[in-house]
Structure formats: structure tokens, C-alpha cells
């Protein structure tokens, strides 16, 4: 067994190194995903009602400059905002169908994160968490988002530059991650978690849930 089989036989996940160019729109060309490896989820915040048409896919790749996520998302309804800013950004994202990744590269501050979000319409927001405290973190990242109805599926991008999220990227130290997805247009809606939490009601701020999160290829 190879360490990055090992890797994910412990539950990690594991972010794979860019090997290859990025396209036009500074997304890593489509077939530079397939060596990216595979998470998966599908099951709600507890950790229970699993609900393969509501599964979620996600692969990550890195450079030193940039952090890729790609979300692949199945849904049985689609729930959306109609309205963002300009560029795209929307407050209160998360009452709508989002995906959302929490990142903590600092783990020696346990409530201090990072959140991104973003719909199967394209908007998103990025912010700052920590005790008491949301901040819009103005990260820069950029997304790109493919719909597809036939399918039942939605596929999302993101382009994170890594100097919002850590002064000085060593892909050697271990980061601490969870993964989620939101969607219903009222409740009961399904809030489904790589990581559970374990909560009453639904919570995704559980950073003591967190998984970890590993560099490959560094």
C-alpha cells in the first residue's frame, strides 16, 4: 500500500499536486482532475440518513500559489437566489442549495476558520471565522459552475489563492477541513457533511468535527 492509499484508508483527505497547465479561465484543465482523488458523501449531518441522490464528490488540487476544489453534487431540487452582488457574491448564501468547505491551515486556534460557499448558480461568499466574529474574507477566488438538469448534477470550481488562507504554504503541515452541502427550499432541509457533527440541529460550525486535510506530491 502506497502512502497515499494508506492516506485514505484513515479517512484523510488529500489534496494532489497540479501536474499539468491551467486553461484560459486559470481552471486546471478537465482531464488534470481524474489524478485529483475522490471524496465522497452523502449522508446528513449526523451522519445518517444517507441520500445517494443528494451525494457529493469532491477532489482537490494544489500549487503553491493556489488551492482547486471541485464539487460534483447531485440533487433532487434546485434552490436558488436570484439576486447577488455584482460580482457575484451574496450574503446568506447558505439559505439557499450551497456547497461549503471549512479551512483551518492554523490549527493551533481551533475556532478560527475559513468558510467558502458557493450555489448551483454560481454565487458565492468567502469569510473569515472566528469567536464572536464573521468577517468577509475578500480572498479573491474565483468559480466556475456547470448546471446540468438531464443528469440531476451540478459541478462547481474554485480557485482559492493560498495567501488568503496561510502567510507561508508548506505543503508538509497538515491542514484541518470538513466538507458540506445544503438543499432544500424549506425545512426539513438536507444538510449532508463529510464529517459529522454530531449536533441536535443542524450546526456546520463544529470545527472539532474537522478532518484533516494532506498535501500529496510535495
Keep these: 500500500m502506497n502512502k497515499v492509499d494508506e492516506l485514505l484508508k484513515q479517512g484523510k483527505a488529500v489534496a494532489s499536486r497540479l501536474t499539468g497547465p491551467c486553461d484560459a479561465e486559470g481552471f486546471p484543465m478537465s482531464a488534470l482532475w481524474v489524478g485529483a482523488l475522490p471524496l465522497q458523501f452523502n449522508a446528513d449531518w449526523q451522519g445518517k440518513n444517507a441520500d445517494s441522490e443528494r451525494g457529493t464528490e469532491v477532489r482537490l488540487l ?26 457575484g457574491r451574496r450574503d446568506q ?3 439557499r442549495d450551497v456547497a461549503e468547505v471549512f479551512l483551518q491551515p492554523d490549527r493551533s486556534h481551533l ?15 468567502d469569510l473569515e471565522i472566528a469567536p464572536g466574529e464573521k468577517h468577509d474574507l475578500k480572498s479573491g477566488l474565483k468559480r466556475r459552475v456547470v448546471l446540468r438538469e438531464a443528469e440531476k448534477t451540478w459541478t ?25 452541502r445544503v438543499e432544500g427550499a424549506q425545512e426539513p432541509r438536507f444538510y449532508s457533511a463529510w464529517r459529522p457533527t454530531g449536533t441536535q440541529v443542524p450546526n456546520f460550525h463544529v470545527p472539532e468535527a474537522f478532518g484533516e486535510l494532506v498535501f500529496a506530491g510535495g
Design 62 to 87: 494544489w500549487t503553491r500559489e493556489v488551492l482547486f476544489l471541485r464539487f460534483q453534487a447531485r440533487y433532487r431540487t434546485i434552490t436558488v437566489f436570484a439576486d447577488a452582488e455584482a460580482n
Design 93 to 95: 448564501l447558505w439559505d
Design 111 to 125: 475556532r478560527r476558520y475559513k468558510e467558502f460557499e458557493v450555489s448551483p448558480n454560481g454565487f458565492w461568499i
Design 156 to 180: 462547481a470550481e474554485l480557485t482559492i489563492p493560498m495567501n488568503c488562507l496561510v502567510a507561508n504554504f508548506d505543503p508538509a503541515l497538515a491542514w484541518r477541513v470538513n466538507f458540506y
